[in-house]
T-cell receptor, first 113, second 114 residues
Framework: DQQVKQNSPSLSVQEGRISILNCDYTNSMFDYFLWYKKYPAEGPTFLISISSIKDKNEDGRFTVFLNKSAKHLSLHIVPSQPGDSAVYFCAASSDAGAQKLVFGQGTRLTINP | DTAVSQTPKYLVTQMGNDKSIKCEQNLGHDTMYWYKQDSKKFLKIMFS???????INETVPNRFSPKSPDKAHLNLHINSLELGDSAVYFC?????????????FGNGTRLTVT
């Protein structure tokens, strides 16, 4: 019963183009969403987040879009750079009580020079 | 000046043994966590402590026992290890237990049970 799903295990994008990573969720109680980036042999690092009261949040080259009606969020990276090659995890939580992030299974992004 | 450090990085042991993984954070955070990344790559929460108090205890076998001697440390002890315990275990911390406090992860401990 995966409440957060990233249906694309991998994505390959040309350097300089836009990378779009997608995430779907099933639990309507989720009200906060985050993206984490993970390099091999390291822990995930926080990238960007969005509250359910917004539909867009931007931070430099990274923008997260939230479509609550579709229970869908996406991460846009533009322009993509070789250093963006990593595994990206989508995560969601509800603030009912203590924090308990539910993660997707990740999408491996490869940026080709 | 590592923010969240966990040791060891690799742990190979036989079934039935008892092992511990240590975690320390120097960020002054109030909340610490243990997550498990299984073979399907999902990261799933196991435990959460806030100021040494257990907050979250997911459906984890009681062979797993977390211990928080102070708010900067959260260790994980595993008794009677089984093959299915093989995974990568990540320690993490956050400023508080609210959803808008991002987690800071350690680099993981890869546990292999043979």
């Amino acid at each position: 019963d995966q409440q957060v799903k990233q249906n694309s295990p991998s994505l390959s994008v040309q350097e300089g183009r836009i990378s779009i990573l997608n995430c779907d969720y099933t639990n309507s109680m989720f009200d906060y969403f985050l993206w984490y980036k993970k390099y091999p042999a390291e822990g995930p690092t926080f990238l960007i987040s969005i509250s359910s009261i917004k539909d867009k949040n931007e931070d430099g080259r990274f923008t997260v879009f939230l479509n609550k009606s579709a229970k869908h969020l996406s991460l846009h990276i533009v322009p993509s750079q070789p250093g963006d090659s990593a595994v990206y995890f989508c995560a969601a939580s509800s603030d009912a009580g203590a924090q308990k992030l539910v993660f997707g299974q990740g999408t491996r992004l490869t940026i080709n020079p | 000046d590592t923010a969240v450090s966990q040791t060891p990085k690799y742990l190979v042991t036989q079934m039935g043994n008892d092992k511990s993984i240590k975690c320390e954070q120097n960020l002054g955070h109030d909340t610490m966590y243990w997550y498990k990344q299984d073979s399907k790559k999902f990261l799933k929460i196991m435990f959460s402590y806030n100021n040494k108090e257990l907050i979250i205890n997911e459906t984890v076998p009681n062979r797993f026992s977390p211990k928080s001697p102070d708010k900067a440390h959260l260790n994980l002890h595993i008794n009677s290890l089984e093959l299915g315990d093989s995974a990568v275990y990540f320690c993490a911390s956050s400023q508080d237990g609210h959803s808008n406090s991002p987690l800071h992860f350690g680099n993981g401990t890869r546990l292999t049970v043979t």
